[in-house]
């Protein structure tokens, strides 16, 4: 049966997502501070609210899909989201945010009489449009299992990573692989190319060898191996830099305060925000080979 859903923050992510719960016969109430964006989620069958707490009052489920932590943990508390709540309700959080931030959300939830789930997203604006998300969750069983079949809805692959923050923590855990792999494959490229290597030569030894990633085979930072890949078109995303740079933030918060050995996460967190900040502020990720060429004197 349809449930009560509030939700709150409709920009690229959660405007799509809002939609397909309401095309799988979900009641949803949404609230975002622009009004264009509470427009458009009308249109696709959302009921608009006035306000954020107005969008929750009735819910069973509460999701937020908002910029940062600090969107979230101010929404929460002094945004009066949880007390705006019948006692009990769920806050699924599908935000990208710090680990501690999650776990900080989490028990303010619990603080307020209410359940909580981290449940972050892989898959961008089109497996948000496309229903094809991976969801990644955090927290208790019964919480993962009220919030499966709702999140089904959305998504096409859903993983209970453990317990509170556990699904923020496989998120940074999975773009920090991704993003020092984007340099890897970058950098043998133009390794490559200064040893008279082609790059389609290149491709077709390491796409089937151990060099073998999603990086290289599916979002290919060369022009010609991989034709859907964003180095086709001029690199437009695809995958923008400045989220990349955002990820491997939190993934370089996480690495300080833990204490991890992990040299080359920090150096991709330099890097991509280094990128993200100039030349790759509307680029795919992927555009990093290019600054790679450049300051290799092959641009
Ligand atoms: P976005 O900026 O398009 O949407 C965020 C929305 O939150 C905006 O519409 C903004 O007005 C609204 N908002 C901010 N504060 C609010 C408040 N107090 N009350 C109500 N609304 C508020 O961002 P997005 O691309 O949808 O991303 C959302 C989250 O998902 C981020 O944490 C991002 O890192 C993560 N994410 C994004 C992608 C992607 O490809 N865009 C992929 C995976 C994860």
């Given at each position: 049966a349809g449930k009560a859903i509030g939700f709150v923050g409709l920009g690229n992510m959660g405007g799509p997502m809002a939609a397909n719960l309401v095309a799988a016969g979900h009641r949803v109430t949404g609230f975002d501070l622009l009004p264009e964006a509470v427009e458009a989620a009308a249109k696709t069958g959302v009921r608009p609210a006035a306000s954020a707490a107005e969008a929750v009052a009735d819910a069973d489920l509460v999701f937020t899909m908002l910029p940062t932590g600090r969107h979230v943990l101010g929404l929460y508390t002094d945004g009066g989201l949880l007390a705006a709540a019948r006692p009990g309700t769920l806050f699924v959080d599908s935000s990208t945010i710090d680990v501690a931030d999650a776990r900080a959300a989490h028990d303010a939830a619990r603080a307020a009489g209410h359940r909580a789930l981290d449940a972050p997203v892989s898959g961008g604006v089109f497996g948000a449009e496309a229903a094809t998300l991976t969801f990644m969750a955090g927290g208790e069983a019964a919480e993962f299992a009220q919030a499966e079949p709702v999140l089904a809805a959305m998504g096409r692959k859903i993983v209970h990573?453990?317990?509170?923050?556990s699904g923020q923590a496989a998120k940074i855990c999975n773009n920090m692989i991704l993003g020092i792999s984007m340099i890897a494959i970058s950098e043998a490229f133009v390794l490559g190319e200064s040893l008279g290597l082609s790059q389609q030569a290149l491709y077709d030894v390491a796409s089937t060898s151990s060099g073998q990633c999603w990086a290289l085979t599916v979002n290919c930072p060369v022009p010609g191996p991989v034709p859907a890949s964003p180095a086709n078109r001029d690199?437009?995303?695809?995958?923008?830099a400045p989220l990349m740079a955002k990820d491997l933030g939190l993934a370089a918060n996480a690495i300080r305060a833990g204490g991890v050995d992990a040299e080359l996460g920090l150096r991709a967190a330099e890097r991509f925000a280094a990128f993200a900040a100039g030349r790759g502020a509307a680029e795919d990720f992927s555009g990093i080979i290019r600054e790679i060429q450049d300051r290799s004197g092959r641009g």
């Open positions: 990573c453990g317990p509170a923050g690199y437009r995303p695809g995958f923008a």
